[in-house]
Each structure stands twice: as C-alpha cells, then as structure tokens.
C-alpha cells in the first residue's frame, strides 16, 4: 500500500531533527526530483541531524515506527499495527526500515540529544597566531580554519602560504619540512616528540596533510595527541645573491649608523670596525613603495655582523611602478589631429619627452618606472597602443643619494640627473598636445583634400582639377562646363 | 513647346539648384532660335509679372537656361534674352563622370593635406590615472646575510 508523505509526516520529521529518504532519494514535497510516496519494498532510512541520536525504551521497545489500524469485527473496534524501525548497531544517528504492503496512517520518531564526537585536535589561538606570521591560511576539508575549528581522524589539511612567503625543507633533517604537527608523548618510559609533516607542493606554497593518529617508531598508534602545529616560512625575496633591501626609517638609520661600528679590544688596545662597507646605498625615492612588496622586519645584517637595528625587507630589488595610462583622443577623427601637431610627454623627474603625434594621438600611453634599489637608476617604459609595445625608453637617476660614508663615491655625493631632472613638480605624467590652430580647417571653400571620383555623392564646394566627362552636350557647351567646374562648383 | 519659369535663388556655380514659384507658357520658337544663347518673346497678361522669374527650361530641349535680361517690346510683349545652365542641363551627365577634385575635409581622411595654420598654439594636456603617491621613502642596500 501506498504512504503518501504530507506536511503532518514532515513535522515530525523536523520536530525529531532527523531527514528521510526512501531507497536512497530525499523525500520533497516541491515538485522536485525527490520522493512524494513511499511504496511496497522502499527502504526508509532515518539520519538524525548533528547532535541527536535515535534509542530505544529501557527494556529495548521500539519507539521509532509506522502505526496503522483495521477494522477488528470480533473486537467491534479499530486496532493499531506497526512497523517498527531498526536502529543501525553501528551508527545511532540512523535507522531503518523496509515498507511493506500495509496501509500505514503516521510516524513517530524517537530522538534524543546524543553525545558530540571528541576532535582529535581542536584549533588553538596559539596554533592562530603561528599562522598568521607568515599569512598562511590553513584549510580543513576545504574550509577555512578558526580558533576552535575541530580535526578528526582522516580529515584533509591544506596550509597556504601568505604573499612573499615559502614553507622550506628543514636541513638535516630527513623528510622534514617546514610545517608540521607536533606533540610529545611517552612509549613506556621513555619521552618522545612526534611529528605529523605536512608535504609541500614543488613551489612550497602550499603544505598538505591528512590527519592521522599518531604512532610510534615501530608504526603503533600511541596514547598521545597533537599538541601544536608549528608553521615556519621563509620570506621570498627576488633580491639577487646575498644582498638586502631595506625599507629605512630615519631613526632605523640613525640607529644603524651607530651600530655599524663595532669595537673590539683586548683590554689593552681597541679596534674599531666599520661595518659601513657593507652599505651598498641608500637613496631616498619619490614615493610610498607599494605595500606588497614590503615584508616583515628582519635584523639587518652588514655581512654576518648583526647591527640589531631591525627593519622592513622589499621583496624585490628592482621595483616596479606602473605610472598609469593616458588616453588621448582624436577628436576631428582626420588629418586635422595630426596637423602641424607636438607631443610632448611630461614625467616625473626627468625631462620632457617628444612623441611621435602617430603613437600618442587616438591611442593610449602607459608609463612604468624600473627603479634600480642599488643605484637609483630608473629605467622609464613608454608603450603606446598604437603598435601594443614599447615605444620610447630612458633612463634615469630619480632616487636622491643619501651620503653615508666620506669613501662614498670618492668623497662627493654625486647625483648628476637629479641635477639636469630634479623635482620638477610632477608627480603624474601627462602628454602635452601643442598645434597650430588650423585656419578655416572646415571652411566651405577650403578645400584642401585631393580626391578622384564620380562625383555623384559629393557635395558641397568642389574644384575640378581633371574629368572624364560623359555628356550629350555640345562642344561648346562641354567647354563651358569644364571651365566652370574647373573655377569651382557647390554640389547642393 | 512649353516654356517653364522659375524664380532661383542659388548662384551660378551651383548644381541641383532649386527651382520655384513656376510659371508654364505655351510658345512658338521662331525659326533663328539659338539654342544656347534663346531670345524668347513672350505676351504679359493680366496678374503676370515677368520680372518676378530669372530662370527658365525647355524640357523638349533638355535644357535650363538664365534669363539675362528682359525687353520690353510694347505694352504687351516682353522679350527675353536668355543663356544656357549648362551646370543644371547636364547635370546627370556631370555628376556621373570621374573627376579629379579638391573637396573639404571629412572625418576619415587622412591625406598629408597643406592647411594652413595660425602661429598660435593650442595646449591640450591629458593626464595619466597613476601617479606616485605618498611621502619619500628611503631605502637601504646591503650585503649581509
């Protein structure tokens, strides 16, 4: 017999937090692809939502069924049967039951707050804060970790690295890298760490792990769980070879020049060491470098004495500036954009540029600055749309030298393009268009454009320099027409 | 033949002129008529007034032609010397020939035209959408670990 689910079989099905489906398709009463009706041979499964679990009476009755009734002639009265559900000896979140062909009237379901599972690791503020040193994002079964977040046996780990930073393979140490869990434990009676290494991607930007139970040198599970996961990532710097690039403060600097010179002694004589040398510049540069490529502070080193003056590191010795595009429009949209027409291209710190009118008019500009952090040499990019590359390039020396030393460049400060370029107030590039105004560029009778055609469409002030002229007319009337199309005609 | 008279306002120069106010006659050409250069006579009549056209066609002649100057015979009859629009007349023919031609500027041509240009200049100044922004900043090179 057929059960026709209805909105009274869904309440209880909601009052006892539990979902139904019917041979493995979810029951929908919203004309969706779910099942309306439970038939003969179904197989009903019943899964308590998080937190609830399905039981029995104290000496075992069910109390999860289907109830019916018939008509009992002997009796006089209605008497109730059942189809009782059986709950999964594995699982009490689920229970189950096969329907069969009697004619079932309601549900009820008996449900009860069941025990919440213990994570084998819980998320910590500690585990947060190892984190968020290097920015690094820790995922679990694909979603974004928290304080308090849980992990279980099995469950799937992806650590990111922030921007500008790597996880590493620990030297010396064997299959070890950078990211792990790691705990403490005792096997009898000795004292153990444990570690749950993480793999890394090949570009170290991601660590990955499943969590496991952990176990002992022979392989066997051991009592103990995680204690803390420990995040170490270098910062990523495309600095060549061994050299630093430091964001500076003046106060970093003034400390910096105290902590260069080291003194040494033996109790009778007294060495002073410049570290100084090992400054290869400092320059002052226009503007805010762009905060991605600042990284943590990190003690600055002048070779392998530590000044413990600490600053910011750049990730990059050669900085990037993207000055932007200028739109330049043609507004005539013919010859008179590009008639008796200069272009100039003002930028920042350096001198005027002259264009070709054909690469800036109609077109878009881009400007970008390569800014040399060792020497403050710039090299200045302009690309144009009108062929997509670079058009124009220069170079520069935008970065103001800072003097650090009386050795530094033989005693002289020397910024020899400041003083040809210099400040000179701009801090936008911009192009200058200058031109003739055009005389009566559209005047009626100007005129200026050499064309050959039939002259059907034309209009306006035409003057006729040659025609091949198909008329009836007579000779002299042939003549006349040339000499007047010659002296100029209005075609209206 | 019929004579029509029109009053035109446009220049000689012009082709496609417009044509108004007509006037239609009925006429006899004499057996002298020139046909580029007509003297055509023509009777005043009550509410006509000659002097009001300067233009007129002989469609069987296919042509247009001026009215240069206007006589007046007597009291009735007006004679009118008259020169052929040979722009007007053979326009269709004028129009359909290939020519080689000074025209104005339209949008598209990009020809190495000479206009000429005032000793004045014109200062248009567009801006890039970036700029260096924010203080001075000092950066620091080294060699160390």
């Known amino acids: ?492 | 033949m019929i004579l029509k008279m029109y009053k035109v306002n446009d220049g000689d120069n012009v082709i496609n002129k417009s044509l108004i106010d007509p006037a239609i006659f009925e006429i006899v050409l004499k057996n002298d008529f020139n046909i580029v250069n007509p003297t055509l006579l023509i009777s005043n009549f009550a509410g006509f007034d000659v002097r009001k056209f300067n233009y007129c066609t002989l469609e069987e002649l296919d042509r247009c032609y001026f009215i240069d100057g206007i006589t007046m015979m007597n009291g009735s009859v007006f004679r009118l010397e008259c020169s052929c629009d040979v722009l007007e007349s053979f326009k269709v023919g004028i129009l359909g020939s290939t020519a080689r031609f000074m025209r104005n500027i339209r949008t598209g041509d990009y020809f190495n035209a000479q206009i000429s240009t005032s000793i004045n200049k014109t200062v248009s100044v567009y801006e890039s959408d970036k700029s260096f922004t924010g203080l001075p900043t000092m950066v620091l090179t080294t060699i160390g670990v």
Not at chain 1, 125 to 136: H, I, P, R, V
Not at chain 1, 180 to 188: A, D, N, P, S
């Open chain 1, 1 to 492: 017999m057929t059960l026709w689910i209805d909105q009274d079989l869904l309440d209880v099905l909601s009052t006892a937090h539990v979902t139904m489906t019917v041979d493995d398709v979810a029951i929908d009463l919203t004309l969706g692809d779910g099942k309306t009706n439970i038939l003969d041979g179904e197989v009903v499964v019943l899964t308590a939502d998080t937190g609830y679990e399905f039981y029995t009476g104290a000496t075992g009755e069910v109390l999860t069924f289907f109830e019916g009734s018939d008509w009992d002639p002997d009796a006089m009265d209605y008497v109730s049967f059942y189809l009782n559900f059986t709950i999964d000896t594995e699982d009490v979140t689920k229970t189950s039951v096969t329907f069969d062909d009697r004619s079932y009237e309601s549900l009820t379901v008996a449900t009860q707050e069941g025990a919440v599972a213990t994570p084998d690791y819980v998320i910590t503020a500690t585990d947060m804060q190892e984190l968020f040193g290097s920015g690094s994002v820790l995922e679990i079964n694909d979603v974004v970790a928290e304080v308090g977040s849980n992990i279980f046996i099995g469950d799937s780990l992806v650590l990111s690295a922030g921007v500008g930073y790597e996880f590493y393979l620990q030297p010396g140490v064997s299959e070890q890298t950078s990211v792990y869990f790691h705990y403490r434990g005792g096997i009898e009676d000795m004292y153990v760490e444990f570690y749950g290494i993480f793999t890394l991607s090949e570009d170290k930007k991601t660590a990955s792990f499943t969590f496991a139970d952990p176990t002992d040198f022979n392989g066997d599970p051991v009592a103990y769980k995680w204690q803390e996961i420990i995040v170490l990532a270098n910062q990523t710097t495309e600095v060549v070879g061994s050299n630093k690039v430091f964001v500076i403060s003046e106060d970093a600097w003034d400390s910096l020049n105290v902590a260069r010179f080291k003194t040494e002694g033996d109790g009778e004589t007294t060495v002073v060491y410049d570290y100084g040398k090992f400054i290869l510049n400092l320059m002052e540069l226009p503007f805010s470098i762009p905060e991605d490529l600042i990284l943590n502070s990190e003690n600055i080193y002048l070779a392998s004495y530590d000044t413990g003056v600490e600053s910011p590191v750049l990730s990059v010795d050669l900085i990037r500036v993207d000055l932007g595009s200028i739109n330049v429009p043609a507004p005539h949209g013919n010859l008179l954009d590009f008639t008796d027409v200069t272009c100039v291209l003002r930028l920042p710190r350096v001198a005027g540029v002259v264009l070709d009118a054909d690469y800036v008019v109609g077109e878009r500009v881009d400007v970008e600055y390569l800014i040399d952090c060792y020497t403050g040499l710039t090299t200045i990019n302009i690309s144009s749309t009108k062929t997509g590359s670079n058009i124009h390039t220069l170079q520069a020396d935008i970065g103001v030298k800072v003097p650090y030393s009386s050795e530094y460049n033989g005693g002289t400060v020397n910024n020899p393009d400041i003083s040809i370029g210099g400040d000179n107030g701009i801090v936008r590039p911009f192009i200058e268009i200058l031109q003739n105004d055009p005389m009566l560029p559209n005047g009626f009778f100007t005129g200026p454009v050499l064309d050959e055609s039939v002259l059907e469409g034309e209009t306006g002030f035409i003057k006729v320099e040659e025609i091949d002229l198909i008329s009836d007319a007579t000779y002299v009337e042939k003549s006349k027409i040339v000499g007047l199309l010659q002296g100029g005609v209005i075609i209206r």
